[in-house]
């Protein structure tokens, strides 16, 4: 019966996504398996070291790679029953910042300098041939916890804080009540206890609309106190996909099982602090074996040969051959 109500409610789903990017010497694959579904009103993060893919992966769901530089080269984008990558423009444009909104990494960055926030929240509506009124603005400024709203709509982005503007890219993604938030590092720039006001405020959002979220961070405790369910990416690979209980409780990848030794000896202060040796493969070491292959303690030979597949075992997904005989049961 679970089974059939979660299928009832999946908002999005993405599968065997993968993205290259052109350099001098040819193009070289950077994302090479990304994979994930959302019910309704769901909240999943993706973590992974720097370089993983996360924002590459994250952003080409609504295609935002720039054909200048890079491509998708194939993959499945399953929204409302269409796949966004054989969408024409046309279609996108009406999904993005309406019915998917991406709060982009250094946010502040994307308002712009030369406008006030009023106007710009505005464009956003008339964008999408939304009725554009003050009291809208500013009733959405209020629910992202904007005190003082009229003064702020009339300012320009350098008059305000970091968190006040990071305050005001979330309204600006939430103007269009989309069904997907798609937030890469919305935490990244603001101080420890506005963290947790961002990240309530988010949940709030995500509760009181029933939007789904993809929230993309380095850190386990923001994935500890958001997230429903998580992905691990490395090496341009989805290498795990479990609940936040699986994942912490009952890690499978080695990966996964390093990560989080080092988050909890860093959150328990230890003199020592535990790091796993060796550093992970940039885009141009990439080899047709397990990317985690060089670092992990539990190798094998089988390991360097090809990449392992992402398998389902019940209802959690990894990839890793020491999971290759595990059988699911239906
Ligand atoms: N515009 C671009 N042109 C060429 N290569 C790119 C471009 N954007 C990203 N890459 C490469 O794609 C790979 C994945 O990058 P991505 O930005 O997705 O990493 P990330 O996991 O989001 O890292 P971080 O945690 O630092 O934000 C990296 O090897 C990066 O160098
Ligand atoms: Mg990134």
Same mark, same amino acid.
């Given at each position: 019966m679970l089974g059939v109500d979660k299928m009832e409610s999946k908002l999005i789903e993405v599968s065997d996504l993968k993205v290259s990017f052109y350099y001098e010497k040819g193009s070289i694959q950077v994302v090479r398996g990304f994979d994930i579904e959302l019910n309704k009103g769901e909240i999943v993060g993706i973590l992974g070291e720097s370089g993983s893919g996360k924002t590459v992966s994250s952003s080409s769901i609504i295609r935002l790679i720039d054909e200048v530089v890079g491509r998708i080269d194939s993959g499945e984008v399953i929204f409302e029953g269409k796949d966004l990558l054989k969408a024409s423009e046309e279609e996108l444009k009406k999904i993005r910042g309406n019915k998917i909104s991406y709060i982009f990494q250094n946010s502040s960055a994307a308002l712009n300098p030369y406008k006030t926030i009023g106007k710009q929240l505005g464009e956003v509506l008339k964008t999408h041939s939304l009725t554009n009124t003050k009291e809208y603005v500013l009733d959405k400024l209020g629910e992202v916890g904007i005190d003082e709203a009229e003064r702020i709509y009339n $300012?320009?982005?350098?008059?305000?804080?970091g968190g006040q503007n990071q305050r005001i890219m979330i309204a600006q993604c939430i103007l269009c009540n989309p069904e997907l938030l798609i937030a890469d590092e919305?935490? $990244?720039?603001?101080?420890a206890s506005l963290q947790k006001t961002v990240l309530d405020l988010l949940r709030d959002i995500s509760k009181k609309n029933d939007m789904s979220v993809i929230i993309i961070t380095h850190d386990f405790g923001v994935a500890k106190y958001l997230c429903d369910r998580l992905m691990i990416m490395y090496g341009g690979l989805v290498v795990e996909e479990g609940t936040i209980e699986q994942i912490f409780n009952a890690p499978f990848h080695p990966y996964t099982k390093e990560l989080i030794k080092c988050s909890n000896s860093l959150a328990q202060d230890e003199d020592i602090m535990y790091f796993i040796e060796g550093t992970p493969p940039t885009a141009h070491q990439f080899k047709d074996e397990c990317p985690f292959y060089s670092r992990c303690k539990l190798r094998e030979p089988a390991c360097t040969s090809g990449i392992p597949e992402f398998r389902r075992i019940n209802d959690r997904k990894v990839r890793c051959i020491l999971f290759e005989n595990e059988v699911s049961k239906a």
């Open positions: $300012s320009y982005p350098f008059q305000l804080s919305p935490t $990244s720039s603001i101080d």
